[in-house]
């Protein structure tokens, strides 16, 4: 499932790396893939609201994933020395907000390589209605 954007997404973030290295801010590697997935000619939008439901009722919150790409891949960047299981559980639930069946948790942080899960959900449906 998506599985030629991920790598395209991927080849973006792992250019991204290869210049910048770690150490940086999270907001400087977001904004590095923002210009090389427009490079690339890659779609994406950056920073999205996502609205929540409970009950059929909109809430005040929203959710903001770092980029929608392809409009169907949810990504959540990181600059950390490692990730943790609150990592996946956020982007696990962008993905649900979202309904999107693709995510991408990048890290920038770690040293020597750059670190990413993709996840792929296929039980979500629109809460919105509920």
Do not use: T
Request: aromatic share 14%; hydrophobic share 40%; net charge negative.
């Amino acid at each position: 499932m998506f599985k030629q954007e991920g790598y395209d997404l991927m080849g973006a973030a792992f250019e991204v790396y290869n210049e910048l290295g770690y150490g940086m801010a999270e907001d400087v590697y977001q904004s590095a893939l923002e210009v090389e997935l427009g490079l690339r000619c890659i779609p994406f939008n950056a920073q999205v609201e996502l609205d929540v439901f409970f009950k059929g009722h909109l809430l005040r919150p929203k959710y903001r994933p770092d980029l929608l790409v392809f409009d169907e891949i949810v990504v959540e960047l990181k600059a950390l020395k490692e990730l943790s299981s609150e990592h996946d559980a956020q982007l696990f639930n962008y993905m649900r907000i979202a309904c999107k069946q693709v995510g991408y948790l990048i890290n920038f942080g770690k040293k020597g390589a750059l670190e990413w899960k993709r996840f792929v959900v296929n039980d979500l449906h629109d809460r919105r209605n509920e």
